[in-house]
């Protein structure tokens, strides 16, 4: 299967196109280069590089957020629209995922490791939470404020770089920031797959 991700959470944005299981080509561009033409410039950009055209892509995944507004909705809009134009199944996952799914990848964690994301989400009490994730938990667990100060020392606490929240001191010296890449967008996709997001998400960081 051909796939096409779109990250576009952030002033940076990531693109990747994915044949099976194989990362064929991947490329960013952050919004104050030169280079930047927007979400359609980058995945033109990345079709080429991989010999692709866009009418042979059969699935486009797209970070639904939270993150910030404008450029979650460009990113958004773009992928529902290209997923209609060419006749593509279109899917999203949101941030606690990707970064869950990031973390696993980038240190190299085993899938029962447990995985606390923090920074990202706000209680209806307007207090912040965290999620968990594991191998049996794609979707994630959320946990309020309170309890994350006591996290076991065997879990992996991460936050999604770009989060604007301001967590405990002792949170914010043991969580790793991650980079959400679109690479990872299919990871986080496949070990959520069928699973519905219930949670109450605050959407977006900033505007």
């Not at 939270?66 to 990113?75: A, D, E, F, M, N």
């Not at 869950?100 to 207090?127: M, N, W, Y």
């Not at 770009?162 to 920031?177: H, I, P, T």
Request: glycine content about 12%; some cysteine.
């Amino acid at each position: 299967m051909k796939v096409l991700a779109i990250e576009t959470t952030g002033q940076r944005y990531s693109c990747a196109l994915w044949d099976g299981q194989r990362c064929v080509v991947e490329q960013d561009v952050h919004q104050t280069d030169a280079s930047y033409d927007g979400v359609d410039g980058l995945v033109g950009s990345t079709l080429r590089a991989a010999g692709w055209g866009a009418a042979e892509l059969q699935l486009i995944l797209a970070n639904r957020g939270p993150g910030r507004v404008t450029t979650i909705r460009s990113g958004l809009s773009y992928s529902q629209a290209l997923g209609y134009a060419v006749g593509s199944q279109f899917h999203t996952v949101d941030t606690y995922q990707l970064t869950a799914a990031a973390a696993r990848d980038s240190f190299d964690l085993p899938g029962e490791k447990e995985i606390l994301v923090v920074g990202a989400h706000r209680t209806a009490s307007g207090g912040h939470g965290g999620l968990i994730f594991t191998s049996d938990n794609p979707v994630g667990t959320l946990i309020p404020e309170p309890e994350l100060l006591g996290a076991s020392a065997s879990r992996v606490v991460v936050r999604a770089i770009g989060s604007r929240v301001r967590l405990s001191d002792q949170l914010e010296k043991r969580a790793a920031e991650v980079s959400s890449d679109a690479r990872h967008l299919l990871a986080a996709w496949q070990a959520g797959a069928g699973k519905e997001w219930s949670h109450d998400s605050q959407l977006f960081w900033e505007v």
